[in-house]
Nanobody, 120 residues
């Protein structure tokens, strides 16, 4: 099994900042991709940012404001969120595609989710 543990999130005012973190643990051979997703009320889940060996990708809404980073040695991923807007309010999830020791398949895992609320 692989576990993803998130931290961060909370209530911030518009224009404020938050930093989310996600730590992967367990029988990890290789993490292929890690990403941040969010789901707002009445909307489907969307990819905010992702990181792989090949680089990073951002949703248009996140470009210029959010920064994803990854510490491969610690199996940890961060999402620095600046200039937050009310429309950023959502439950944010950490996801990872992982190859475990002794497994021939890549599998997807999810964190528990954390609420980010941007409001004055």
């Amino acid at each position: 099994q692989v576990q993803l543990v998130e931290s961060g999130g909370g209530l911030v005012q518009p224009g404020g900042s938050l930093r989310l973190s996600c730590v992967a643990s367990g029988s990890i051979f290789r993490i292929n991709v890690m990403g941040w997703y969010r789901q707002a009320p009445g909307k489907q889940r969307e990819l905010v940012a992702s990181s792989s060996g090949g680089g990073t990708n951002y949703a248009d809404s996140a470009k210029g404001r959010f920064t994803i980073s990854r510490d491969s040695a610690k199996n940890t991923m961060y999402l620095q969120m600046n200039s937050l807007k009310p429309e950023d309010t959502a439950v944010y999830y950490c996801g990872a595609n992982v190859r475990s020791w002794g497994d021939q398949y890549d599998r997807n895992y999810w964190g528990q989710g954390t609420q980010v609320t941007v409001s004055s």
